[in-house]
């Protein structure tokens, strides 16, 4: 960064990211994303960057990484500027069968990344996730809120922990899903890699849920392009599986926010079990194959 001078920097303020972000300009008018981590928070920043540097290797259409270093507030992350709009804002107003290309667009883009492999002293799945789903079922006894049929989120996790079994593992973006990407000249591009992880590939679509409640026919776009339209009975199973287990953790996580942000995820799992029937279903409704 010290080769660049800055003549502007604009304040980001959209996301949960701890990162403090801007835009910023250099003296010939090029615009940047800056990111700066708080120096205990900024462990895994390095790591970040240098699997930012391979997604782009790859042709991912993203935020590419530029450079990467210490300051005095932490550890600045440089990455180029997306010309754009938010693909949440903009594509629920489209036509349902550009929605659904769109959404094809963006499970061809995933498919992409999981081929960048785990490290090959990633630890065994199966143990990792159900150890996760444990603190995830203890964070929502211990909440004093609870879904309405809510039960029947651990009684699938109950049931279905065997799905796990030898599940292959890769490079993760980690918050995948249309919140976090944006349409530039008519074609998706993926910000916030910051929370990227290593695990199963079918894990990533956990978060599809925001994807499905703004647009569903993108949702469905995105399944169909990640399997080119041959999507197994297993992967439904499993994304049962992990939606379950992460709407239990999201009211706990919530809390802290107050009640406007509690009354949201509530929304979200009334919206979840209406999809899975109670979780009697391993299709969830929004999903469709007609255009």
């Not at 008018?29 to 997604?55: C, H, I, W």
């Not at 998706?188 to 978060?207: Q, S, T």
């Not at 107050?258 to 999809?275: P, T």
């Amino acid at each position: 960064m010290q080769q660049l001078h800055f003549v502007s920097q604009q304040p980001i303020e959209k996301g949960w990211s701890c990162d403090r972000k801007y835009c910023v300009t250099t003296e010939d008018g090029v615009r940047y994303l800056l990111r700066v981590t708080p120096e205990e928070k900024s462990a895994n920043r390095a790591d970040m960057f240098r699997m930012q540097k391979a997604a782009a290797a790859l042709g991912i259409p993203m935020c590419e990484p530029v450079d990467f270093g210490r300051c005095s507030q932490g550890v600045y992350t440089l990455q180029t500027w997306i010309d754009g709009q938010d693909a949440e804002a903009v594509v629920p107003g489209l036509p349902p069968e550009r929605q659904y290309a769109l959404g094809r667009e963006a499970g061809a883009i995933l498919k992409k990344l999981h081929t960048i492999p785990a490290p090959p002293d990633q630890p065994d799945w199966e143990s990792r996730f159900n150890r996760k789903m444990d603190r995830k079922i203890q964070m929502y006894q211990e909440c004093p809120f609870r879904y309405e049929g809510g039960e029947a989120f651990l009684d699938y996790i109950r049931h279905n922990r065997h799905l796990l079994k030898n599940r292959p593992q890769c490079y993760q973006h980690g918050d995948y899903h249309i919140g976090n990407m944006m349409l530039r000249q008519g074609k998706l591009v993926i910000i916030d890699f910051d929370r990227y992880d290593f695990g199963d590939p079918w894990e990533e679509f956990n978060r599809i849920v925001w994807s499905a409640q703004t647009a569903p026919r993108f949702s469905s776009g995105m399944v169909d392009g990640y399997f080119e339209d041959r999507v197994p009975e297993r992967f439904w199973q499993l994304l049962a599986l992990y939606i379950s287990s992460n709407t239990l953790s999201s009211l706990p996580w919530a809390e802290p926010f107050g009640r406007e942000e509690v009354e949201k995820f509530l929304r979200q799992g009334r919206d979840i079990l209406e999809w899975y029937d109670g979780m009697r279903r391993v299709v969830p409704s929004w999903y469709s194959k007609e255009a």
